[in-house]
């Protein structure tokens, strides 16, 4: 059974650091890009960040460039997504997702989602 796994979110003041992970079963992650996609309550959900299937490729949107970092290790099936200076518009439910594009737009599995909540 294909699964995407999310742990990490919670709450942080502003300025703060979260380290989110997912992790992938029920397929061969290897042969996938995996990415984030998030969506803040009342908005449309929107692309983070994708990684290519061997890590030698990475994109972002323009909001999280420059403070976050996604990585993976396919020896373990997971990737991860490192939040540094988060703000508040960061707040968002994150999803991990399979066979993300470099345009961030599409998709073809996610996860249930982990809550970031950013505030003081």
């Known amino acids: 059974q294909l699964q995407l796994v999310e742990s990490g979110g919670g709450l942080v003041q502003p300025g703060g650091s979260l380290r989110l992970s997912c992790a992938a079963s029920?397929?061969?992650?290897?042969?996938?890009?995996i990415g984030w996609f998030r969506q803040a309550p009342g908005k449309e959900h929107e692309g983070v960040s994708c990684?290519?299937?061997?890590?030698?490729?990475?994109v972002y949107s323009g909001p999280v460039k420059g403070r976050f970092t996604i990585s993976r290790d396919n020896a373990k099936n997971t990737v991860y997504l490192q939040l540094n200076r988060l703000k508040p518009e960061d707040t968002a439910v994150y999803y991990c997702?399979?066979?993300?594009?470099?345009?961030?737009?599409?998709?073809?599995?996610r996860g249930q989602g982990t809550q970031v909540t950013v505030s003081s």
């Open positions: 997702v399979r066979k993300c594009t470099p345009s961030l737009t599409e998709f073809d599995y």
């Open positions: 029920g397929f061969t992650m290897d042969y996938y890009s």
């Open positions: 990684i290519s299937s061997r890590g030698d490729s990475t």
